[in-house]
């Protein structure tokens, strides 16, 4: 692995033009912030530049697409969705969701080059290692060191193979228990069906992360919760009914009927009939029933108005 060399070749640039983007890398982003779900605070989103963007795909492509991903990553999967994530949980009656706190800014460069030494390249040079820290992890000034960020498109993907040793022993741990394991990003997610297994799991959890060489991660406490069939099972953003089916939930129903009730009044503005059409693609994914019974409701010809915008 020489990184510097293939992109100069690849790229039909002179390898001190490559070094010296390559030293700037982490700089070249565009911060700005969204809001998280259900208004809880702000996500810090950092998107590289175009050519870095670019720069980055080259590599991982060339030097990175052999990394492990575990099968219980289901986030930034090709044809997977959080619908296929809470599907797996469907047919059990007890759950235990659990998060990390802070989980893309925890994961570091020097997890990365243990990780790429371990499974690619054990002679992995200094050169090469300074490059994957600069070209794939965001420099946080006020903090005084590189994380990888929220918005890379490589981000993903690096972060899903960074996890694959603690996806393997967390699997492993509940195929022993009769226990379901999914994670999406930084959402844990357990399942079963035997009475009070589950309570065990966080400490479970801790114990492995306290083990682990990396990455450091900690758990969100403060987010760890205990479901059953008795309440609604939530599940990365969707409802698992009592009958086992995945949902967009009651409450998300009643706000979208309100919707369409309101652009039938001609009393929808722009901003709110652009997150209704959007919903509406993703509800024929989740819950398509739910998009007949509103054209059973409202007729054919309003949904599909909303819907073609």
């Known amino acids: 692995m020489n990184i510097i060399e293939y992109l100069s070749s690849t790229l039909r640039m002179p390898s001190f033009t490559i070094e010296k983007f390559v030293s700037t890398a982490p700089h070249r982003y565009k911060v700005y912030f969204i ?67 802070d989980f893309f800014p925890s994961l570091r460069p020097a997890d990365f080059a243990l990780h790429v030494v371990k499974h690619i390249d054990p002679q992995l040079s200094d050169d090469d290692q300074n490059c994957l820290a600069r070209l794939f992890f965001y420099s946080n000034r006020s903090k005084g060191q590189l994380e990888l960020s929220i918005g890379a498109p490589t981000s993903p993907f690096i972060s899903n193979t960074l996890m ?11 195929a022993d228990s009769d226990v379901k394991y999914t994670r999406y990003a930084d959402d844990l997610t357990f399942s079963t069906n035997v009475r009070n297994i589950l309570f065990e799991f966080p400490e479970r959890v801790a114990n492995l992360l306290g083990q682990l060489q990396y990455p450091t991660l900690t758990v969100n406490e ?26 967009i939930g009651r409450k998300k129903k009643r706000m979208i009927r309100s919707l369409v009730h309101k652009y039938q009044l001609g009393e929808l503005d722009a901003e709110k009939l652009a ?7 993703f509800i024929s994914d989740v819950e398509p029933r739910f998009i007949q019974a509103l054209i059973d409701k409202y007729d054919a010809e309003t949904v599909n108005s909303i819907r073609s915008g």
Request: contains cysteine; glycine residues 6%.
């Open 35 to 101: 809001p998280k779900r259900n208004n809880h605070g702000r996500r810090k989103i950092c998107q590289p530049s175009k050519e870095l963007k670019s720069i980055q795909r080259i590599v991982l492509r060339k030097f990175l697409m052999d990394l492990p991903v575990h099968d219980s990553a289901t986030a930034y999967q090709s044809g997977s969705s959080i619908k296929n994530n809470a599907s797996e949980h469907r047919q059990n009656q007890y759950v235990l969701k659990m998060d990390f706190r």
């Open 164 to 174: 694959w040793e603690f996806d393997k022993h967390i699997f492993d741990m509940c």
């Open 222 to 247: 403060e987010k760890t919760v205990f479901l059953s069939k008795k309440g609604n099972r939530h599940i990365t953003g969707l409802v698992i009914t009592n009958e086992g089916e995945v949902s």
């Open 275 to 281: 997150y209704l059409k959007g919903y509406l693609s």
